[in-house]
């Protein structure tokens, strides 16, 4: 069979009118999308936990203990023996100021009139001793008689240096890697009045307070803060 110009025309015309309508339903499916082409709305990420790493606390090495008693200093300049007692009493007590501070170092000593305690009779003097530019005071007592003399001198503060007092509470704290005290390299400290305070710092790296309390002569006594 044969068809004419216009019945090949509306054929073709009505196959895209049927081709539109097939179209306009598939765009209008209800159907739901497969399950494996889209992701579950209640899904959640997979989690993992692990320890959270703390920083170390490194330890210190320890500071040796002193194994000799702190070295008495070797001070010079004594006056001959028969020199006269004024420049004596000034060099004793020069001596034991450097002696009590633990080091040797300049040290004047100025106690006005001293100069006149030969006299027979007791002598009390205000003196003045400088150490290392440091300086304080006290009394000096002089009993002189014809042939001889005694002397005393007295102060309620001593000078001492830092390295003595550092010393000191090493020996007392076993695990010291680190000791830290708030003193001049050179103090003067009354004896009876507050203690030097210090900080020591152990292996362990914790730190722990001391007090220095230094004694007339020079000795320091530590004690736990």
């Given at each position: 069979?044969?068809?004419?110009?216009?019945?090949?025309?509306?054929?073709?015309?009505?196959?895209?009118?049927?081709?539109?309508?097939?179209?306009?339903?598939?765009?209008?499916s209800d159907s739901k999308p497969s399950a494996g082409t889209s992701?579950?709305?209640?899904?959640?990420?997979?989690?993992?936990?692990?320890?959270?790493?703390?920083?170390?606390?490194p330890s210190l090495t320890p500071?040796?203990?002193p194994s000799k008693p702190w070295p008495t200093p070797k001070v010079t300049g004594a006056p001959a023996d028969d020199a006269p007692l004024a420049s004596r009493i000034r060099f004793a007590i020069s001596k034991?100021?450097?002696?009590?501070?633990g080091k040797a170092a300049t040290t004047t000593v100025n106690c006005p009139g001293i100069d006149k305690v030969e006299t027979a009779g007791h002598h009390e003097l205000k003196c003045t001793v400088t150490y290392a530019g440091k300086s304080y005071s006290g009394t000096l007592t002089v009993d002189a008689k014809q042939y001889s003399a005694s002397y005393k001198?007295?102060?309620?503060?001593?000078?001492?240096?830092?390295?003595?007092?550092?010393?000191?509470?090493?020996?007392?704290?076993?695990?010291?890697?680190?000791?830290?005290?708030?003193?001049?390299?050179?103090?003067?400290?009354?004896?009876?009045?507050?203690p030097i305070g210090c900080d020591v710092t152990t292996t362990a790296n914790a730190v722990q307070p001391y007090k220095a309390q230094v004694s007339g002569?020079?000795?320091?006594?530590?004690?736990?803060?």
């Open positions: 069979m044969f068809l004419t110009r216009e019945r090949i025309r509306f054929g073709l015309a009505v196959f895209g009118v049927s081709a539109l309508a097939v179209f306009l339903l598939s765009a209008c992701p579950s709305s209640g899904s959640t990420p997979p989690t993992t936990s692990a320890p959270i790493p703390t920083a170390s606390t500071l040796p203990t034991q100021a450097q002696i009590a501070a001198f007295t102060s309620d503060s001593v000078a001492i240096v830092r390295a003595k007092v550092v010393d000191a509470v090493q020996r007392s704290v076993t695990d010291a890697a680190k000791v830290t005290c708030t003193m001049d390299d050179v103090a003067v400290v009354k004896h009876s009045g507050e002569n020079g000795q320091v006594l530590v004690a736990k803060a």
